[in-house]
T-cell receptor, first 112, second 113 residues
Framework: GENVEQHPSTLSVQEGDSAVIKCTYSDSASNYFPWYKQELGKRPQLIIDIRSNVGEKKDQRIAVTLNKTAKHFSLHITETQPEDSAVYFCATYSGSARQLTFGSGTQLTVLP | DAGVTQSPTHLIKTRGQQVTLRCSPKSGHDTVSWYQQALGQGPQFIFQYYEEEERQRGNFPDRFSGHQYPNYSSELNVNALLLGDSALYLC????????????FGQGTRLTVV
């Protein structure tokens, strides 16, 4: 089955700096790569996603890049703000497996 | 649009008991997936329901079962509860079985004592 590895597990940045979270996956059939933000005690919230026919997608301060050959994708947050502090999860979806497989999460802390 | 709603929000059960968790999908969504999220970990896929049938199942024992109703709402049942079943149970809905754009509910926090 699919295996998704996410790094780093914790990340602290100064307000205004950029944050990068990386994920690798094993199933070459994976074709959808969402990122979720989960604040303490709240539901995972989809913040951005990318499909396998696209290499990069940007939405304001958030961007995701995908390298299908190397089987890795990354989340980039620019101009970080304290409200960006949360746990971020990457995930992959394989049409054959019909399930989202999540990484282990990254605790992002933005220091004011 | 209330999004995905789950009930109850918190639940305490005794080892060996049975529990039923409920989920109403986001309007326009017909597919429901259930996930277990242990503390400090990512969600783990339990199963997916579409057209009232279980379409896919993760690595969970038969103690975990589910149901989907004609109105697309769903239930997760867990029998013979173990201490290790303590977790946040999340329901996610999507408009088809692709899983793209899955929208999560706020979850049910289950504590087994």
């Amino acid at each position: 089955g699919e295996n998704v590895e996410q790094h780093p597990s914790t990340l602290s940045v100064q307000e205004g700096d950029s944050a990068v979270i990386k994920c690798t996956y094993s199933d070459s059939a994976s074709n959808y790569f969402p990122w979720y933000k989960q604040e303490l005690g709240k539901r995972p919230q989809l913040i951005i996603d990318i499909r396998s026919n696209v290499g990069e997608k940007k939405d304001q301060r958030i961007a995701v890049t995908l390298n299908k050959t190397a089987k890795h994708f990354s989340l980039h947050i620019t101009e970080t703000q304290p409200e960006d502090s949360a746990v971020y999860f990457c995930a992959t979806y394989s049409g054959s497996a019909r399930q989202l497989t999540f990484g282990s999460g990254t605790q992002l802390t933005v220091l004011p | 649009d209330a999004g995905v709603t789950q009930s109850p929000t918190h639940l305490i059960k005794t080892r060996g008991q049975q529990v039923t968790l409920r989920c109403s999908p986001k309007s326009g969504h017909d597919t429901v997936s259930w996930y277990q999220q242990a503390l400090g970990q990512g969600p783990q896929f339990i199963f997916q329901y579409y057209e009232e049938e279980e379409r896919q199942r993760g690595n969970f024992p038969d103690r975990f079962s589910g149901h989907q109703y004609p109105n697309y709402s769903s239930e997760l049942n867990v029998n013979a509860l173990l201490l290790g079943d303590s977790a946040l149970y999340l329901c996610a809905s999507s408009h088809d079985t692709s899983g793209w754009g899955a929208f999560f509910g706020q979850g049910t926090r289950l504590t087994v004592v």
